[in-house]
């Protein structure tokens, strides 16, 4: 398992809230997705960025696309589409099948909070809108 993994996993269980924030030993994050996956890539949490992490804007904007095969653990899947009740990202763990239609992801949820699970891709019942990132170096 990778650093990301390592700290997606740290967060299983945290309940889900745009608003809210959660403290453990990677730092204070907002406890909604964009905020759990900033935390999972180790970027800034308060009180350096007093937001508790990025959007999903913010992700995509400091990660390249990449193409379905090369997914890679820890990478993310974002979807850009709506506004900030509508965007969503997971975290990327590996595939769940040799046919690459589902895999297993990290993600921060309304309803469920943090939860490792299997996942359709590229998100559930959704056919567009969500494409594969990573962070650029």
């Given at each position: 398992m990778n650093d990301i993994l390592r700290r997606a996993a740290s967060w299983t269980g945290v309940p889900y809230s745009q608003h809210d924030f959660h403290t453990n030993e990677h730092g204070t994050y907002r406890t909604d997705c964009s905020g759990f996956a900033s935390m999972a890539w180790g970027l800034p949490g308060r009180p350096q960025d007093p937001r508790g992490g990025l959007n999903t804007v913010g992700l995509a904007g400091i990660s390249a696309l990449i193409d379905k095969d090369d997914l890679r653990?820890?990478?993310?899947?974002?979807?850009?589409?709506?506004?900030?009740?509508?965007?969503?990202?997971?975290?990327?763990c590996r595939w769940a099948d040799v046919a690459r239609s589902h895999y297993w992801a990290y993600e921060q949820c309304s309803g469920h909070g943090t939860v490792h699970r299997i996942v359709s891709y590229p998100y559930l019942h959704s056919t567009s809108g969500y494409h594969p990132y990573r962070r650029r170096d």
């Open positions: 653990p820890g990478d993310l899947l974002i979807t850009l589409t709506g506004d900030r009740t509508t965007r969503h990202v997971t975290v990327f």
